[in-house]
Every structure is written in C-alpha cells, then in structure tokens.
Nanobody
Framework: QVQVVESGGGLVQPGGSLRLSCAASISPFSIYDMGWYRQAPGKQRELVAVISSGSTTTYADSVKGRFTISRDNSKNTVYLQMNNLKPEDTNVYYC????????????WGQGTQVTVSS
C-alpha cells in the first residue's frame, strides 16, 4: 500500500520560514510528478507547486519568489521551502504523487497544518 506522509507544518510568525517534507513509498519515485497543494476550510484545494519527474517546476502566482519546491529521489522525498510567509498562507498543505501516464497512480497524503500568525 502506497503511503504519502507530510511533515514540517506548524505555527510561524509573518515573515518567517518553514520547510515541509513529503516522503512517499512509491517506486520508482523518480518517475512521479510530485506536488504540493493547499486547502482552506470551505474552499477548493489549490495548486501551490509541482515538480515533474524531469525536475521542471511550476508555482502558483501567489507563492512565486517565496516558495521553492525540490526533490531528492534518493530519499523518495519532496520538499517545499516556504519563506516570507504571510497570514494568507495559512492552510492545510497536502502532498501529491502522480504518474503522468496512468491516472490510477495518483496518491495523496493526509496533510499538514501551516499557520501564519503573530
């Protein structure tokens, strides 16, 4: 059974930083596109950042220049470095692992809470 596990969330002051990690028990990890999404209560889940199997990155406009997604295929892990955090970044952040050519290979984690508040 595939497991996708996020960690690194927490409470941080505006302007602060956090690094989220996501470990996925998928093999081979390197062929999966990995993404971070977020969802606030009562709202739709939205894309934050995606890194393809070829390490091409895509960001939501709201996080460009502040967030960086990266992956370490040797550790089956994807990261989201979040800098200059704002209160509107407060959300539950979810990790996604997706195989581009097989819609059945689409896995989600349970989410990790990020709260930006003074």
């Amino acid at each position: 059974q595939v497991q996708v596990v996020e960690s690194g969330g927490g409470l941080v002051q505006p302007g602060g930083s956090l690094r989220l990690s996501c470990a996925a028990s998928i093999s081979p990890f390197s062929i999966y596109d990995m993404g971070w999404y977020r969802q606030a209560p009562g709202k739709q889940r939205e894309l934050v950042a995606v890194i393809s199997s070829g390490s091409t990155t895509t960001y939501a406009d709201s996080v460009k220049g502040r967030f960086t997604i990266s992956r370490d295929n040797s550790k089956n892990t994807v990261y989201l470095q979040m800098n200059n955090l704002k209160p509107e970044d407060t959300n539950v952040y979810y990790c996604n692992a997706k195989l581009a050519w097989d819609i059945r290979r689409d896995f989600w984690g349970q989410g990790t809470q990020v709260t930006v508040s003074s």
